[in-house]
């Protein structure tokens, strides 16, 4: 590996035209001072976070040009992903063509995974922007602030949560402080289909497109207001974003009961990509859904994630051991938070519950959590299990560290404390976290991170639902609460769920 030694100045520059588009494909420029070096290497990523498979996304890139004012320099194109640049100091711009990844969502749409780290260029009318398809990085320079100036069709609008100036009517300018954080902010080109809503203090965009011409965003919007708010309580109050964009594409066709969707969630922002039948309740209630696990994301991983994320090696990814955290207690705050806050019976709470773990007895438990998770890209097809297992050792979690507090310390206090003692910026050491959280709370835990997370011993849900009066049949899978409870079990029940 070279090292290019960063300088004040080191940053990227980049200029894009939309209203240029030719073949369907994106002409991008990139503006380069005092290259320090020799050689450069040029990448685009093979993975992004958030997903746990290879896209390459540099096998969309044509005509790659380093240029030194008028002189072209000498280019080998390394691998899908990587360009060598000689003569690296000469360097004035780089130039190159990007293809789209899929054209209308849903038709056509067959092949390939996770349509939402792709790109999509509708000349005139629409543009889903993954940047991570559309901007590279130099080896040695993943840390340098970017600035993209897009010139874009008339009457079109930029949802993003990326800090955006816009100066002009047909310009739009995009600051990140690093790769990294570009990559996070996914960008949705449209026709101005929006609705603003205030939670706490969290501004959320609600922007969309759909193809049918028909505004969207206010019923959506109208629609997880309510949701928001009670996840807001839930979390304490106080959200730890000023900001947050749902960027939501749709696509109709007129086959009932026929859908595809597909999302992906960043920091401050999720974006959702849906065809189906042109119906506001369903659309709606896929955006609710969406919106119930997602929004959650703003304390883990954005606030709460180790080392590995922070410094996220696009070529090769090192996995945390702890997506039983950003996934797992994510999706338990999402079944744990409509309970807590007294919108749901005990009954349907319960059923949920017992989906969970009817669904993960499909899966491979004799793997520890800890393990799959860094194996997440080889072992694909136990992902999900994250979010069964993940939210289920979550919840035991939970009414273990209800019973050693009496009632005063849970899961929402827990991600709260982390939030406070880590950051955005300041990642937690991977092979530190449950001793961590161990010191922050109680000395047994310890123990239940060993068994539950790092090992394999089976979930003890029976044992824990019974502190709280519920009776878990796991042969029968049968879940109920118990006929006669004990007043402590009572007790607990209603530290836990408020029941
Ligand atoms: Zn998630």
Not at 128 to 157: D, M, Q, T
């Amino acid at each position: 590996m070279v090292f290019y030694p960063v300088t004040f100045q080191s940053r990227y520059f980049y200029e894009v035209d939309l209203n240029a588009i030719k073949e369907d494909r994106v002409a991008v420029k990139l503006a380069v001072h005092d290259f320090q070096g020799g050689e450069a290497v040029f990448n685009f990523p093979r993975i992004v976070p958030g997903i746990y498979g290879a896209m390459d996304f540099g096998r969309n890139i044509v005509q790659f040009k380093a240029l030194a004012n008028n002189d072209t320099l000498p280019v080998e194109r390394l691998t899908v992903n990587s360009w060598k640049i000689r003569d690296a100091h000469r360097l004035t711009e780089i130039r190159y063509e990007v293809n789209d990844g899929w054209e209308e969502f849903g038709s056509g749409t067959t092949q390939g995974f996770y349509k939402s780290a792709e790109s999509s260029f509708t000349e005139g009318k629409v543009f889903v922007i993954n940047n991570n398809c559309l901007f590279g990085y130099f080896s040695g320079g993943e840390k340098w602030p970017v600035h993209i100036a897009v010139e874009k069709p008339a009457g079109l609008y930029a949802a993003t949560s990326l800090r955006s100036q816009s100066k002009r009517p047909d310009k739009d300018d995009f600051y990140a402080d690093n790769y990294r954080e570009l990559v996070d902010n996914p960008v949705l080109y449209a026709r101005p289909d929006t609705a603003k809503l205030q939670i706490g203090n969290t501004a959320v965009l609600v922007a969309c497109y759909a193809n049918s011409g028909q505004r969207i965003a206010p019923g959506i919007a109208r629609n997880i207001r309510p949701l928001l708010e009670n996840q807001r309580q839930y979390l304490g109050g106080a959200l730890p974003v000023d900001h947050y964009t749902f960027l939501f594409y749709h696509t109709a066709h007129d086959r009932p009961n026929d859908y595809t969707g597909d999302g992906l969630e960043h920091s401050t922002s999720t974006l959702c990509l849906l065809n189906s039948q042109l119906d506001s309740a369903m659309l709606n209630n896929f955006v609710y859904g969406i919106a119930s696990h997602e929004f959650f994301h703003i304390l883990t991983p954005l606030n709460i994630h180790s080392e590995e994320i922070q410094n996220y090696d696009f070529l090769a990814p090192k996995m945390s051991r702890h997506i039983w955290l950003y996934e797992g207690l994510t999706e338990y705050a999402t079944i744990h938070m409509p309970i807590k806050q007294e919108l749901q019976s005990l009954e349907e709470f319960l059923s949920v519950l017992r989906q969970k773990a009817v669904q993960m007895n499909r899966f491979d438990n004799k793997i520890p959590l800890t393990e799959l998770s860094q194996k997440a890209m080889e072992r694909q097809e136990q992902y999900y299990n994250f979010y069964l297992k993940g939210a289920l050792v979550s919840m035991c979690l939970d009414i273990r560290l209800r019973e050693l507090s009496a009632g005063k310390y849970g899961t929402q206090e827990m991600m709260r404390d982390l939030a406070k003692r880590y950051g955005k910026d300041k990642p937690f050491r991977d092979d530190e976290l449950f001793d961590v959280i161990t010191t922050m709370t109680f000395p047994e835990m310890r123990a239940f991170f060993s068994d539950y997370i790092e090992g394999a011993v089976p979930l003890p849900l029976e044992s824990y639902l019974a502190k709280a009066g519920i009776e878990f049949d796991e042969k029968r899978l049968r879940i109920q609460p118990m006929p006669h409870p004990t007043p402590e079990q009572l007790q607990l029940r209603k530290w836990w769920i408020n029941q």
